[in-house]
């Protein structure tokens, strides 16, 4: 940063920088700036590049707003970035390289000071960081009427809409958009939620609301897209005429371009971004979900909520609704193509929660696909990898779960796709199950870990309302699938015994001590609750499609002893009735077959019997059906989970985790 410059060490001794943070003015037609905005150095895009480029500017930036008010030289610098991107879209249709890049740098230096600010600052004395203006000789006070950041910002968004996303704007965009992400990062140093910023105003309201559809369209279609960091052969390709700038520009490529394909945003292990670098793609998705998530201000909705609200198929072909502001239309296949790749990342697992639950269009559209699959698999296997995930991420994909299987569908649908040699399924070896069966598995399994480590109720009860919601569709249940279900019936079974005999045994030492009772008896509650629930979707499934599961009869006869114990207990002594109807039936039916029956021969047995008993012989119950219903105040959980995010996950961001005050390091 500076001309010239290629270490972040040498940044404290660069003759420019000096300059440009002294305590003389520089006019922003002074030549000096042109040589500033030439440099060779390298824009990190890890975080521990980040961090070291950092601690090199904290001093820069400090020394400049000591200066700056006298000065105005920060000014001058967004004015000549201002000035440049009024060509860029004639520079970009022109191959104008060396203009392209001048103006990134530009941004770039920016981006890097106001990081700073931010941290140093409040908005209000920010804001006088871009009004301080360079003064003639004689005068005094401030000049200009213009809001030089509502200007800058103004600027961006125009950037990002209108500059087409080539080899040669690659850089440029993918700045535009970090430098939007970090003036929205005040967040992250105010444990409240913030409401209405001078920010949050000048991009919600003024000039910029009128490009608040193009802008979250844009952002979607660069997350679609998933385009990779361009070579750097591919940017700077000298003219055939030479001369020193292209010459220049040629050299310092390799430098300033190519290190966005050495990888590595400042993220967990196993984001696979090292690999495969997306730093448009990434920084685009986290932009929009900042954007999505900013709270309505006193007398304005936020208008990007309101377009990921309303947005269409470019296949739709009705009228727009003029009701509905800042709608648009996007292709809805190339959508969820990208949403179905991306799973393993929070922020896309998160987007697609966003869509699913706020947008109609967007759910109608999803749940019509033949290929489900390809979308719940990558669901279900972070749901698998429960232990390696943040619990964020797992409850987005356990909500996501559930809002699809309030749809009858959706959930005969599952049954109908089979799957074969599920590779990431390790427990045990499946050539061939449904992708109903699998969900029902890997729902399971989620319960038991919950019920082993974490002890979380919220878990528990969307794992359960999941599989209540799916019951009365069960079909052809893989005989594993079956056989789980009653073991974490046999487990609850257990747990519960476990609990009781520990309530007694309290209650014994406490007589004559009126105090409130101990956990044990909050535990027992919890527990006889998730029970009751398992039999109310045993239940379910016996009721409304017993004839098309054999295997599950098969798995609650086995195991027959389990439900005894419950008969008499008053508060699942309703339940029970069905249950002991079914087993007695079909125990009598074995009997009257014969002793030493094959496994085959029981089966037959069942299948003979399910067809043979009176459905109304079975007591009817209410429907299972849950719906997911957000809580009240749903911005206390996702701007926390969303800037922990931009803070795990950012392309070349780093914010000292001291500094954070809107959540703890470990709850990223």
């Given amino acids: 940063m500076g001309a010239n410059t290629s270490q972040v060490t040498d940044l404290s001794d660069n003759a420019s920088l000096k300059a440009l943070v002294g305590t003389e003015s520089i006019s922003e037609n002074d030549p000096f700036w042109n040589q500033l905005i030439s440099f060779t150095f390298v824009s990190p895009t890890n975080s521990g590049d980040s961090k070291l480029l950092e601690e090199a500017v904290i001093p820069l930036a400090k020394a400049l707003i000591q200066n700056n008010p006298r000065t105005g030289n920060f000014g001058a610098l967004v004015r000549v970035f201002l000035g440049r991107t009024k060509e860029l879209k004639i520079s970009t249709e022109c191959q104008d390289q060396l203009f392209i890049w001048q103006a990134h740098n530009a941004l770039f230096m920016i981006r890097c000071l106001v990081k700073v600010f931010i941290r140093e600052m409040s908005e209000e004395e920010l ?17 200009g009427s213009e809001d030089l ?6 600027n961006l968004v125009h950037l990002i809409v209108e500059v087409p996303l080539l080899d040669l704007t690659y850089s440029i965009l993918f700045e535009a958009v970090t430098t939007l992400l970090t003036f929205f990062s005040y967040q992250l140093f105010h444990k409240e939620i ?37 070579p750097a052969a591919h940017i700077f390709e000298p003219k055939a005429e030479g001369g020193l700038l292209y010459g220049l520009a040629s050299g310092v490529a390799s430098g300033l371009w190519s290190v966005f394909t050495l990888g590595g945003a400042g993220s967990r292990a196993g984001t696979d971004q090292e690999n495969d670098p997306l730093p448009l793609s990434n920084q685009s998705l986290l932009l929009l979900l900042v954007l999505a998530n900013l709270t309505d201000g006193p007398d304005w909705p936020n208008p990007f909520r309101q377009a990921i609200t309303c947005f269409r198929n470019t296949q739709d072909t009705s009228a727009l609704p003029v009701e509905l502001p800042h709608t648009f239309q996007i292709n809805f296949n190339s959508l969820y193509t990208a949403l179905c790749e991306q799973q393993r990342s929070d922020q896309a697992t998160l987007l697609l929660y966003t869509l699913l639950h706020q947008n109609a269009n967007m759910r109608t559209y999803i749940l019509s696909r033949t290929d489900m699959d390809n979308l719940v698999m990558p669901i279900l296997e972070i749901l698998y990898h429960v232990e390696d995930r943040n619990s964020h991420h797992v409850y987005m994909a356990l909500i996501i779960l559930l809002i699809l299987t309030e749809d009858d569908a959706f959930n005969r649908s599952i049954h109908e796709v089979v799957l074969k040699n599920i590779s990431w399924y390790t427990e045990r070896s499946l050539t061939e199950i449904s992708l109903g069966s699998l969900l029902i598995l890997v729902v399971i399994r989620t319960v038991q870990f919950n019920m082993t480590r974490t002890r979380d109720k919220y878990l528990h009860t969307n794992c359960l309302a999941a599989l209540a919601n799916m019951s009365a569709q069960f079909r052809s249940l893989h005989q594993y699938a079956a056989q789980r279900i009653i073991s974490l019936f046999a487990l609850l079974s257990k747990k519960h015994n476990k609990v009781l005999e520990q309530a007694t045994q309290s209650l014994r030492g406490r007589q004559g001590d009126n105090t409130a009772l101990p956990d044990y008896a909050q535990d027992l509650n919890v527990i006889e609750e998730v029970i009751r629930m398992m039999l109310e979707i045993i239940n379910s499934c016996l009721c409304n499609s017993l004839h098309h599961n054999p295997n599950l009869v098969y798995a609650l006869l086995y195991k027959r002893e389990l439900f005894e114990q419950f008969r008499s207990h008053p508060s699942f002594q309703d339940i029970m009735q069905n249950l002991d109807t079914v087993i007695g039936f079909f125990s009598q039916r074995l009997e009257q077959a014969g002793s030493d029956l094959s496994v085959e021969r029981v089966q037959e047995v069942i299948m003979k019997g399910a067809q043979a008993l009176p459905t109304d012989r079975l007591k009817k119950f209410p429907e299972l059906k849950f719906k997911y219903v957000e809580e009240d105040q749903p911005e206390d959980f996702f701007i926390p989970y969303v800037w922990s995010l931009v803070f795990n996950s950012g392309v070349g961001l780093y914010w000292n985790p001291h500094g954070i005050e809107l959540f703890s390091m470990d709850s990223g």
Avoid at 204 to 229: A, D, H, P, W
């Fill in 127 to 143: 804001h006088h960081q871009f009004s301080y203006q360079e003064r003639a000789p004689g005068s005094c006070g401030e000049s």
């Fill in 149 to 154: 950041l509502e200007e800058l910002l103004l």
């Fill in 194 to 230: 913030l409401q209405e910023g001078l920010i949050y105003q000048h991009i919600m309201k003024g000039r910029c609301l009128e490009l608040t559809s193009r802008l979250v369209k844009t952002l979607l279609y660069n997350f679609i897209r998933q385009e990779k960091c361009p």
